[in-house]
């Protein structure tokens, strides 16, 4: 379930369970919000992600937040995040 490589708008980053979600596809904040990158609507409302296990699988935007990005990541938090319209 971790992910491992995936699109994004810039060559990588390290999330944070408590980054805000862009506004608009394509918005860059800076680099307090890494999820910035990863968070794009490429196909459909998400990106393609290749996990450690070696699976390839979709996943929405907004359910980036819900992925075990490390140890530390909260997965429950995303439970209190208002995405933004873009993203539902």
Same mark, same amino acid.
């Given at each position: 379930?971790?992910? %491992?490589? %995936?699109?994004?708008?810039?060559?990588?980053?390290?999330?944070?369970?408590?980054?805000?979600?862009?506004?608009?596809?394509?918005?860059?904040?800076? %680099?307090?919000?890494?999820?910035?990158?990863? +968070?794009? +609507?490429?196909?459909?409302?998400? $990106?393609n992600?290749?996990?450690?296990?070696?699976? $390839?699988?979709?996943?929405?935007?907004?359910? %980036?937040?819900?992925?075990?990005?490390?140890?530390?990541y909260? $997965?429950? +938090? +995303?439970?209190?995040i208002?995405?933004?319209?873009?993203?539902?």
């Open positions: 379930m971790t992910p %491992l490589f %995936l699109d994004s708008m810039w060559r990588g980053g390290g999330p944070h369970f408590d980054d805000t979600p862009p506004q608009f596809n394509g918005q860059e904040n800076d %680099l307090s919000s890494e999820m910035d990158a990863f +968070a794009i +609507a490429r196909h459909g409302k998400g $990106v992600i290749l996990f450690f296990d070696g699976s $390839v699988r979709y996943t929405r935007a907004k359910d %980036l937040w819900k992925l075990p990005w490390h140890r530390q909260d $997965v429950n +938090a +995303a439970s209190n208002t995405f933004p319209a873009w993203m539902n």
